[in-house]
């Protein structure tokens, strides 16, 4: 053709532009190269600043907990805070003996899994190895509305129709406030999380295990316990660590229905008072910011964040460490 | 037929063994187990929401008018007057659902019309209804002018709009153009679109705003528009109500545009580096924190050093906090539904990076972040705990005038009536909570409505 532009020189200097160019500056798909305007630059710099905000969240967090703490530990010894389980925060004579929260935390939370473990885990073995499609597209969404009814709905809950039950269970000198309604709604409130994650994990074991199961005669129950269950293992233990940890750090249930009661009983018909309770309680009275009550606010804050983060953090881990990989 | 020299099998061989039969009946009762376990939930589920139901019903739907004006006195007890309210409520249906059904009307008696004129025809069908809306809403925002100014005795208030205006706060400024000027104008141009758009609109957005807007006249309205009191008899919303509505329009307007700065930083920016990915375990750290830990941040940091006081604007941006992570993660899945090819594409024809962003990867994740932002309201407007450490007030008898205010919302009115002994408040709380839950119900519908029509299948 006559209007195609002979081989030679010229044709090769376009060639090792392009291939330059190439190599300079049209490599798009890998992150953090392709051309930017100086705009682009500004933005560019601007969504790097959104995205180290939360590193200042944390950063926030910590040092707000972390000034007030010390603050407390300097006219408080830490043996009184953590070597002793009285606590009366509000009286003339204060003790900060700590463990009488933790143990109320505990207890709540130690219900709350005896009701949501059970009722999770079956709940996730039925949706993932017996429900049919249909009946599962109906109960999920349900269980999602549970997860997202708000807490103090379930504290309304839990004095309103749980209690007088439990009242009616053991008789009239059981206490409207006690830990076990509480327990039971908290329980109740972190069926979702177990539930919706095991789920996750268990649909992720690849067919072929199941399959093999019952070449060898399982029945549905078999393959369900002794094949799912273990291979999905580490995120069925991730899932009840961090129900666990929602467990402990939920407040407005187990202030309204829990009582406030710092006591280190382990009768669960009694009233308790958890961290979360304590500092809701602390923050309702209108305390100066100079008082002890205000520091130890913090420092129960920061037993809880401590508690909370490990226990994220654990979840993290087993998910990882123990997780059994296929294919 | 059974082959030459070949038997049948024996009955002894197609019969199951005693043992696989009883192994078999274990597994069919373990089913019926896990059919319990969900039924227990969903039980206990339908428990919670009748229980509820029968307890808030008595004081939302019986009409309790004129309870509260005669015992009134209380500044604010007999505002806004339900004359008022009512009449805005006739305008709601025909405010719903004139875009939605106009254009269809437009398209059915004229089809064929020039493009301008089916617009035309689109904003007068609608204009009536942006007019009503306008003008009720100026009669509304005038009366509590003036049964404010004669709480506090200012003389001579005649609830002239200019009036008003010149007393007005900047907050109030901006109540009266969002939603006497901004609504308006947002109607005429739901006509202008919707006429040449939405040919086969969607009814059910309108169907649900107007299931509710039945529901809504047979309720009390007194509930829903007087302050707290001392007698449940007397005490109502209104004040809970307009404070959760403020808070969560700003704690959007902070929460969104940050979550989806980070999330884009992450996915379209950032390099696979350490420093990505402490953000990301933060991230997923973040979530996990207890929120009432949030609300002793925003004690320390808007309250006291920011100096933003216990007000709407140090809740809002406490609760921003708290929902990132969530608007984060969603947005993030968001963007990583758009295939590379995309990006690639718009690279070959020469997009700058920001271009690609904002030209080729937003407009297709935008549905997936809206929907995310949806689900972290819908959890903040439930969120009790950090708004009590950062000292939100219960007991709120006025309308904030500026994001400066005390302020409360429905949860923590909730949980005050829920606190006190008498069974009267406790009633009310239930009622509180239908409300709550209405809400809820309806922002998860439109996330999930919206969640169907904007994704894409590749």
């Known amino acids: ?327 | 037929m059974t082959p030459m020299g070949m038997t049948a099998p024996s009955a002894q061989l197609t019969a199951f063994s005693p043992r696989v039969r009883f192994r078999r009946g274990v597994s069919v009762a373990f089913m019926v187990a896990a059919l319990l376990a969900i039924a227990v939930s969903m039980i206990m589920l339908g428990a919670l929401i009748v229980e509820i139901a029968v307890d808030g019903a008595a004081r939302l739907f019986t009409d309790g008018a004129g309870v509260g004006r005669e015992a009134g006195g209380g500044i604010l007890t007999d505002l806004p007057t339900p004359a008022g309210m009512r009449w805005m409520t006739w305008a709601l249906p025909v405010a719903i659902l004139l875009p939605f059904v106009g254009p269809r009307l437009v398209n059915a008696l004229a089809p064929g019309l020039p493009r301008i004129a089916e617009r035309a025809m689109g904003v007068i069908v609608v204009a009536p209804v942006a007019i009503f809306v306008h003008i009720l809403y100026v009669r509304f925002e005038s009366a509590y002018y003036v049964e404010y100014a004669r709480a506090v005795g200012i003389d001579g208030a005649s609830g002239n709009i200019f009036q008003v205006l010149g007393e007005a706060s900047g907050f109030q400024i901006v109540r009266l153009l969002v939603v006497g000027v901004l609504v308006p104008l947002a109607i005429v141009a739901a006509g202008w679109f919707g006429a040449q758009r939405m040919r086969r609109p969607s009814l059910i957005i309108p169907a649900i705003m107007i299931a509710g807007w039945v529901v809504y006249l047979f309720m009390d309205p007194w509930f829903l528009s007087s302050f707290p009191s001392r007698k449940p008899a007397e005490a109502g919303i209104f004040s809970a109500v307009t404070g959760t509505l403020y808070m969560m329009v700003i704690t959007a307007a902070v929460a969104f545009p940050l979550g989806v700065g980070a999330a884009l930083y992450l996915e379209e920016y950032a390099r696979r580096n350490w420093f990505s990915r402490m953000i990301q375990v933060n991230i997923s750290n973040l979530a996990g924190v207890p929120s009432i830990i949030y609300g002793l941040l925003g004690l320390q940091v808007f309250v006291r050093v920011l100096e933003f006081e216990r007000s709407v604007l140090a809740g809002a941006c406490t609760m921003a906090l708290l929902v990132m992570p969530i608007i984060i993660v969603s947005a993030q899945e968001a963007l990583r539904t758009v295939p590379p090819s995309m990006r690639e594409a718009a690279y070959a024809v020469g997009a700058t990076r920001w271009q690609m962003i904002r030209f080729h990867v937003l407009p297709y994740a935008f549905g997936g972040m809206l929907t995310g932002n949806i689900l972290a309201m819908s959890r903040a407007i439930g969120e009790t705990a950090p708004l009590i450490a950062i000292g939100a007030l219960t007991f709120i008898a006025f309308l904030a005038d500026s994001p400066t205010d005390d302020f409360t919302v429905l949860p923590i009115q909730i949980f005050n009536w829920v606190a006190r002994p008498q069974a009267g408040f406790h009633e009310i709380a239930a009622s509180a909570i239908i409300v709550l839950m209405v809400i809820l119900l309806l922002m998860n519908a439109a996330a999930i409505i919206m969640r169907q029509r904007t994704r894409t299948d590749w």
């Open chain 1, 1 to 327: 053709m006559a209007a195609q532009a002979p081989h030679g020189p010229q044709q090769d200097t376009v060639r090792s532009l392009l291939a330059e160019l190439w190599r300079e500056r049209l490599q798009p798909s890998r992150p953090g190269s392709g051309r930017e305007t100086p705009v682009g630059r500004l933005i560019h710099g601007a969504l790097f600043l959104t995205a180290t905000l939360s590193a200042f969240v944390t950063i926030g967090i910590v040092l707000v907990l972390i000034f007030e703490t010390v603050e407390f530990f300097r006219e408080v010894p830490l043996l009184d805070f953590f070597g002793s389980t009285s606590w009366s925060a509000l009286f003339a004579e204060k003790q900060f003996g700590v463990w009488a929260l933790v143990w109320g935390t505990g207890m709540i939370a130690l219900i709350g899994l005896a009701v949501a473990i059970p009722l999770g885990l079956m709940a996730a073995i039925f949706l993932s190895e017996y429900s049919p499609p249909r009946l599962r597209a109906i109960v999920k969404p349900i269980l999602e509305i549970l997860a997202g009814v708000p807490t103090v709905v379930f504290g309304y809950f839990a004095l309103v129709s749980v209690s007088p039950v439990i009242r009616d269970i053991f008789g009239e000198d059981v206490g409207i406030y006690n830990a076990l309604s509480a327990g039971i709604v908290v329980g109740l409130m972190i069926v979702p999380i177990i539930a919706s994650l095991s789920e996750d994990a268990m649909r992720a074991v690849p067919r072929s295990l199941r399959e093999g199961a019952y070449a060898l005669g399982s029945t549905r129950m078999e393959v369900s316990l002794r094949v799912v269950l273990p291979a999905a293992f580490s995120g069925v233990v991730a899932s009840i660590i961090l129900a666990a940890s929602r467990a402990v750090g939920e407040t407005m249930a187990v202030t309204i229905a829990g009582g406030g009661n710092p006591q280190f009983g382990v009768n669960p018909l009694e009233a308790v008072q958890t961290m979360t309770a304590m500092i809701v309680q602390l923050s309702l009275g209108d305390t100066p910011t100079t008082s002890i009550e205000f520091k130890v606010l913090f420092a129960v804050a920061m037993t809880l964040f401590v508690l909370t983060l490990g226990m994220n953090i654990v979840a993290q881990w087993v998910s990882r460490r123990f997780r059994e990989e296929y294919e």
